[in-house]
């Protein structure tokens, strides 16, 4: 079966477990938790979870918990993370924060925190030490996430950033999820510490290779497609890959105009053409595509200690799906 029908029969799954939490809730503030779960979205870490499971006891379905409360923390991550972006599009729709304002949005994404853990907690299959490695799985991911905004967010501040900072900062805003992911799925699994351990590194480093891939799409990919604003990024002045490169590769004269433009706080359409030319110019779009496939393959090194199966092969085929996607 193709990736994305077993991706698609995984996210029903989920899609299932979540609509049960939010079946019978009346107060408003439970239809403001649920407004991103129920705008799609492709579920990626929950298939993760239950995937590595199923790769190491093929009991997938034990995973459902664990990946509904990974969902939820993503979903949690995403509502904060649009109000300090200013984003205005999510998933195709308005962010959550244009939508019923900053406050309640936070106040939203606080109570899908909390119900992340409480769905955790309510797991019949997974108790005793397993549940309290998972929990630190789940926590700690949250706190780095929470590390790599705070770097994220001081970026805006300066230029005056290297390559292995920038990484290092996707590493915990991105990667760290995916990580709690197939660490997560492996313990579930029954895998053993070097085995996780693998499993993390696969993750890490796919998740690496998402960011930048990600970064790639918000200057190249379609809006519709997407589902967020196409070039969003410049327009926030945010310090991608392609920018660290672009102005490591620039003459002085256009350095100082890729600057001005991020520094700027609204660009016109035509500047956010220029800066993309200037992107070009300076090989900063190949070079990102690049760095991103070459952490893929190395992403796919991680596996080889799987035996061979079909579980195997959907891990591969995660890798290669976030670096061809095209949203």
Not at 147 to 173: A, L, N, P, V, Y
Not at 228 to 245: A, C, H, Q, Y
Not at 264 to 285: M, V
Not at 306 to 317: A, C, F, I, Q, R
Request: glycine content about 8%; some cysteine; aromatic content about 8%.
């Amino acid at each position: 079966m193709p990736l994305m029908e077993e991706l698609n029969e995984r996210k029903k799954k989920i899609d299932r477990e979540i609509s049960k939490i939010f079946k019978n809730e009346e107060h408003p503030l439970w239809d403001h938790m649920a407004y991103y779960p129920r705008a799609g979205g492709k579920k990626l870490r929950p298939f993760l979870v239950m995937i590595t499971t199923g790769a190491f006891s093929g009991e997938e379905d034990k995973a459902l918990p664990y990946g509904v409360a990974l969902e939820l923390v993503h979903n949690f991550t995403l509502i904060h993370d649009d109000i300090m972006d200013k984003d205005e599009k999510r998933r195709g729709k308005e962010t959550l924060y244009q939508k019923i304002g900053e406050a309640q949005a936070i106040n939203a994404g606080d109570g899908l925190f909390a119900l992340a853990f409480n769905e955790l907690s309510r797991s019949s299959d997974i108790c005793g030490e397993k549940l309290r490695e998972l929990l630190n799985e789940l926590s700690t991911s949250v706190i780095k996430v929470a590390e790599g905004q705070h770097e994220d967010i001081s970026f805006e501040s300066t230029f005056d950033i290297s390559e292995e900072e920038f990484i290092g900062m996707i590493e915990k805003k991105t990667s760290y999820l995916f990580r709690a992911a197939t660490r997560g799925g492996a313990i579930i699994g029954g895998a053993n510490e070097k085995q996780i351990d693998e499993m993390g590194e696969y993750a890490r480093k796919m998740g690496i290779a998402f960011q930048i891939q990600d970064d790639y799409l918000d200057l190249i990919g379609d809006e519709e497609k997407i589902g967020k604003d196409s070039g969003s990024d410049i327009r926030e002045g945010k310090r991608t890959l392609l920018v660290i490169k672009a102005l490591s590769e620039l003459s002085s004269e256009k350095e100082e105009r890729l600057k001005k433009i991020l520094r700027k706080e609204e660009n016109t359409p035509e500047e956010i053409d220029e800066a993309i030319d200037l992107f070009q110019e300076a090989g900063s779009i190949d070079y990102s595509k690049d760095l991103a496939e070459k952490y893929a393959e190395e992403a796919k090194s991680h596996l080889h200690s799987l035996p061979n199966s079909e579980y195997k092969n959907l891990l591969e085929e995660v890798v290669e799906f976030m670096i061809s996607r095209s949203r």
